[in-house]
């Protein structure tokens, strides 16, 4: 049976049936009986007595109205709820990758700015270029080391330690990181890793804000 010809389908409950003939009779909700023939009844066993089914209306030779296409209500509603069930979840996942792919697209969005910032900031004379070349090749790195980690993942070789990729977080490759954790899904869902993420964050940008006061900018100058 088509379960999505729903809307055509009547209930009722078996009333009558004779076994031995092969035919009974379904009690409609309005209170009708309909005659029906086993052949129409789509269960694989034989129909019992006060059994609720779905069925539609159909004609005989004779232009008689009978029941057609008869079935189990229990096996139609549990067809019905797995239907459901997978509409939903397709339309989690629908939602889902569109969130991702709206992130993807927030925090490309911030990298690309970040790293802008940082080019404007050298170019008024606020930091060295080379500050902004430490930046891009940190975040190449961390990304790389990213992509590394989870393939050795997934693949059951040696991991990078979670210490080292905090490290090359704070050191400046926290913009590879975040892109690394949105493009890769690696290490994006780990509550007590992205707690510390955002921890290396704050404290690169505390770093990077000490520079540009003064505070240690020609001590970096001197290193560099």
């Known amino acids: 049976m088509d379960i999505g010809q729903q809307d055509t389908l009547q209930q009722g409950v078996i009333k009558k049936w004779q076994d031995d003939k092969g035919f009974g009779f379904i009690e409609t909700q309005t209170g009708e009986s309909l005659f029906f023939h086993v052949s129409e009844f789509k269960a694989h066993r034989r129909p019992n007595l006060g059994e609720h089914v779905v069925f ?27 239907k459901n069930s997978r509409i939903r979840k397709r339309n989690q996942q629908r939602d889902a990758q569109a969130d991702f792919e709206s992130g993807q697209q927030k925090r490309l969005f911030l990298a690309a700015g970040f790293y802008g910032v940082l080019a ?4 008024t004379g606020n930091i060295s270029w080379l500050v902004v070349g ?18 050795a993942a997934q693949n059951n070789e040696w991991r990078t330690p979670e210490s080292t990729l905090h490290l090359l977080s704070v050191l400046g490759g926290w913009v590879g990181a975040m892109v690394a954790q949105t493009y890769l899904r690696h290490k994006s869902q780990k509550p007590e890793f992205r707690v510390t993420y955002y921890l290396t964050v704050i404290i690169n940008l505390a770093l990077l804000l000490f520079i540009m006061a003064g505070g240690g900018l020609d001590v970096l100058n001197h290193l560099f």
């Open 120 to 123: 404007l900031l050298a170019f």
């Open 56 to 82: 539609a209306l159909g004609q005989d030779d004779k232009g008689r109205l009978q029941a057609k296409k008869v079935q189990e209500l229990s096996f139609v509603q549990q067809k019905m709820a797995e």
């Open 134 to 151: 430490w930046y891009a090749v940190l975040g190449f790195i961390t990304y790389i080391t990213y992509a590394k980690d989870k393939a």
